[in-house]
């Protein structure tokens, strides 16, 4: 199977009680593959790994892929994880930039930039307990390619879903890249961390019911 359709723009790692088995899954036509769609149809374990931001909807969405998906987490009710862009999609909101993300600065500085036109809302994949959320990854992460942290934005990401939805039902989690984060059957999260001091934290967060004072 790893050498009928392979790809480095997405990887769907999908794991099985016996054995493990890596997919890529890098078109619509392989999306819809019916060999691709058994293993994951049968699979005990899902792990979304991390793609190239907008590339998961655009191959993704709306093929038998994203219903097999959601057949695991509705029906069969496996565990379904992901790292990065693989879990941002897990949530009702997403951000999934088709260029260079979103600095902090750009959106508390002006909430309608150019780049905020990649906020999207859809039933992609859905996940009960995730429903309203947005999430964030990365927050500590300062580079070179990375020059500001991501504290300030997953703030205004929040403020422009209130604006665009005219709802007060948004959250968010936030998360630092020595981070994990599980949600049980009953919707209790749990969080586990790297073990180092620093960035292994968890945050959580939700509009307190009025319209952001600017923006």
Known sequence: MADKLIGFVIT???SLVQPLNFLSIDSRE?????????????????????GAQNTYEDYWEGTAVEDTIDFLINQRKVPVAGTSTGMAILVDYYYLPSHQGLQSSEILNDPFHHKTKDIYRSDFIKVPFLKNFIIDTHLARINRNYPESRYGRILGLMARLVHDTNRFSVFAIGLEEGTFVAIGEKGIAKVFGN????GQDAYFLQINGVQPEQI
């Open 195 to 198: 073990g180092e001091a620093k």
């Open 30 to 50: 392989a999306a819809n593959d019916p060999e691709f769609i058994k293993y994951i149809r049968d699979a005990d374990a899902l792990f979304i790994a991390r």
């Open 12 to 14: 769907i790692e999908i």
